[in-house]
């Protein structure tokens, strides 16, 4: 059955092999197990059930909570040759109806409804009548109040098990924790639930924070590193989003804004812009990505610190889904900390210690000296030990200093102003700043004033938070954000304690471990050259004419193995991860004149590249060279040219081989073919027919023979 389930995966999905934990969902699935799956986003949920959906017989039944998400996969599998749609409330009776037929008639391998259609009299009747391979529930999070993202109408799911008991159910998420983990499989009714937990790891993200001052800047010159590339930028307010894409506009970005309180049509016409590669930057308040699907967002930045880790991890896990290199870049401030704070505190009908301790864990992350996806990881309670190469941490170590001079300052200074000032007032003083308020104060006056000049206003606030998070200082949340000493203060100010602390960061350079990391290759071959662009943008219009998102038809991913590959004829495309029989019928030739016209330009541009050599020999057969005249006007020797022929041949392309033997030869060759025992070479076939034919003659008739076989088998 297994093996029926690979076949599957390379003929619909295109896909060589299951991601290590799939094959052994797929095999709970086929076990009639109940199963429960948590998987980050990108880790290839979908297929755990799709591929037993189009195996097993009857139909599969798919919970999903979002309009958005259900149209965008009942598209994509479509675009794959599998027979599957949608019922929800945005389909006219007409289509309905249409549906349910299609599903009385056993004529649809997967159902996707709402969870409200499926807990509906009518439809129940309907499922009574025909043959249910499973029943799948995705975000099944949703089911859980522990959750972050609970959904009422979720809850009456508890009503699949008691109506199919006997049917497998799949439920699957993204989130991770242990409460919400038990809360599905009790709220589902699972019978011994089969229970899968895939490394939340997303390696193919890189991390970075950056202090976030001159924002604006920053992000210009990110995206100029990046041009053409889809991102999200989250910001925490609705004027943020629509000023920072402003600004971006400004500049000749094509950035849209996108928040709760736009229009619902300009809402949806920004998601769809994105979706098609028509809108590049979406900057955004949260409400934006959950029913998004695209795979080829190739970053994401989050303008504010978002509330608390799962959050950010669900948002930066938009970006990258293809598992092409995809970048996330957090923008910190201690600002940021103090609105979050009194936003959290000011919900009054919710938890607000849980949601405080949440947020902590952020700064920490936010604030972190060692592996950031270190913190990330365990936070999910995965061990992850090795530091990870991929994170600014990792790949700009930090350098520790004696900061006990710089320490005394900042603690004096606090002693001194009674424990009354907050972090940027007290770096003021430290600086010997003219402000106001100091001088009203006669902060002037204390012994420490201007004592730390010879630091910027940024190192001083990356010392300060070392001190913090240290233990050194404590800030108290309570009484305006004041400085507090801590018993560990004292040992510095009067015991001398070394402090040891790390330098900021002069400039971006990165150890040569780092580098060679950061160079270490994928497993597949992959580009972003010329003709990647190329591709893309044949993606698009491809993708406009048949109204689809453009990475429906191929995944980045995708694009770029077929820009590493340049595949020119229908077998080494199928070659390439993403490409199956339906894809390859419909877009193949699209994607591979594309390829051989780039070849062919370069190549006349005098340029050698790769690939070229059989397309050129090609050409010139097409146009009706002899092999002579080929092998003449390529400096190239015949043998050689033969042995392309035979190539193209045998790779499928219509190339006439009796031209180079008769068809008495042929029956001559097929002869000595048939009566040798294999093994055998070119050469026992040419000595058998006693040296009378030709070598070349030989070297196709036997391409023939092979296909013809082949074809038989
Ligand atoms: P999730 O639902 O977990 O967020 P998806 O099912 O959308 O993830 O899969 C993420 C991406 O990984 C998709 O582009 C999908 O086609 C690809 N993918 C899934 N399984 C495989 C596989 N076995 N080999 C290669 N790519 C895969
Ligand atoms: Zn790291």
Not at 46 to 63: H, K, L, N, R
Not at 153 to 172: G, N, S
Not at 466 to 493: C, H
Not at 649 to 671: A, C, H, M, V
Request: glycine fraction near 4%; charge should be neutral; include cysteine.
């Amino acid at each position: 059955m297994i093996e029926k389930a690979k076949t599957a995966l390379k003929k619909y999905f295109g896909y060589d092999n299951f991601r290590p934990m799939q094959e052994d969902i797929v095999q709970s699935v086929y076990d009639l197990n109940d199963t429960l799956v948590l998987m980050p986003t990108g880790g290839g949920k979908s297929i755990c059930y799709q591929i037993p959906a189009v195996t097993m017989d009857g139909i599969a039944v798919v919970v999903s909570p979002l309009i958005s998400l259900m149209k965008d996969q009942v598209e994509s599998l479509l675009a794959n040759g599998i027979k599957a749609a949608f019922l929800n409330s945005s389909l006219s009776s007409v289509e309905r109806q249409q549906v349910e037929d299609d599903i009385f008639k056993n004529n649809i391998d997967l159902i996707y409804v709402s969870p409200e259609k499926i807990v509906s009299p009518d439809f129940l009747t309907l499922l009574k009548r025909v043959q249910i391979a499973l029943f799948a529930v995705d975000e099944a999070h949703c089911i859980s109040a522990w959750g972050h993202d609970f959904r009422p109408e979720y809850t009456q799911l508890k009503f699949i098990k008691r109506h199919f008991p006997a049917t497998p159910i799949i439920a699957l998420t993204a989130t991770a924790d242990k409460a919400t983990r038990k809360d599905i499989s009790a709220q589902l009714g699972m019978y011994q639930p089969k229970i899968f937990v895939a490394s939340f790891d997303r390696p193919n993200l890189s991390l970075d924070v950056k202090p976030g001052q001159k924002k604006l800047e920053q992000i210009l010159q990110f995206i100029k590193k990046r041009p053409n590339q889809p991102g999200i930028i989250y910001c925490l307010s609705r004027k943020n989003t629509e000023n920072v894409a402003d600004k971006l506009q400004m500049k000749g970005l094509n950035a849209k804004a996108y928040h709760a309180g736009l229009p619902a049509a300009q809402r949806s016409k920004v998601q769809e812009d994105f979706i098609n590669d028509n809108v590049e930057i979406v900057c955004a308040t949260v409400a934006f990505g959950m029913g998004i699907d695209k795979s080829n967002v190739r970053w994401v930045i989050h303008y504010n610190l978002p509330k608390n880790i799962e959050s950010f991890y669900q948002e930066i896990g938009r970006a990258g889904r293809d598992g092409t290199n995809a970048a996330t870049l957090l923008f910190y401030s201690y600002a940021d900390i103090m609105t979050l704070r009194d936003i959290l505190s000011n919900n009054e009908n919710a938890n607000v210690e849980l949601k405080l301790a949440k947020l902590e864990r952020m700064q920490q992350y936010a604030e972190s000296l060692s592996c950031r996806r270190k913190i990330l990881l365990n936070y999910f309670s995965e061990p992850f030990e090795k530091a990870c190469g991929n994170c600014d941490v990792c790949k700009n170590p930090p350098q520790y200093f004696d900061g006990t001079t710089i320490a005394q300052k900042a603690l004096s200074a606090v002693y001194r102003l009674k424990q009354q000032v907050g972090t940027s007032m007290l770096i003021d003083v430290l600086r010997g700043s003219g402000r106001k308020e100091i001088f009203e104060r006669g902060y002037q006056n204390i012994k420490t004033y201007g004592a730390g000049r010879d630091a910027s206003i940024r190192d001083w606030q990356f010392f300060m938070m070392q001190l913090i998070n240290l233990g050194f200082l404590e800030v108290a949340y309570e009484d305006r954000n004041v400085l507090r000493l801590t018993p560990l203060s004292q040992k510095v100010l009067f015991e001398k304690k070394k402090v040891e602390l790390v330098q900021p960061q002069v400039a971006e350079t990165r150890t040569q471990k780092a580098k060679a990391q950061a160079k270490a290759k994928p497993k597949r071959e992959r580009v972003r050259d010329e003709l990647f662009e190329i591709l893309r943008v044949l993606r698009r219009e491809l993708a406009q004419q048949r109204g689809v998102p453009p990475y429906v038809i191929f995944s980045d991913a995708t694009l770029e193995e077929m820009a590493a590959k340049r595949p020119t004829i229908d077998s080494d495309l199928m070659e390439i991860s993403g490409v199956g029989e339906r894809k390859l019928q419909l877009y193949g030739n699209f994607f591979m004149d594309k390829i051989i016209e780039y070849i062919k330009t370069k190549t006349a541009e005098g340029e050698k590249i790769q690939g070229s050599t059989y397309i050129l020999t090609y050409e010139l057969y097409k146009q009706g060279l002899s092999i002579q005249e080929i092998a003449n006007k390529r400096e190239l020797n015949p043998v050689t040219i033969y042995s392309h022929i035979a190539y193209l041949f045998e790779k499928g392309e219509p190339i006439d081989l009796f031209k180079y033997f008769s068809e008495e030869e042929y029956e001559r060759i097929e002869e000595a073919i048939e009566a040798m025992k294999p093994p055998f070479k070119m050469k026992d076939i040419y000595e058998f027919l006693h040296e009378e034919i030709e070598y070349h003659k030989i070297r196709l008739a036997f391409s023939y023979h092979s296909k013809k076989t082949e074809n038989v088998e």
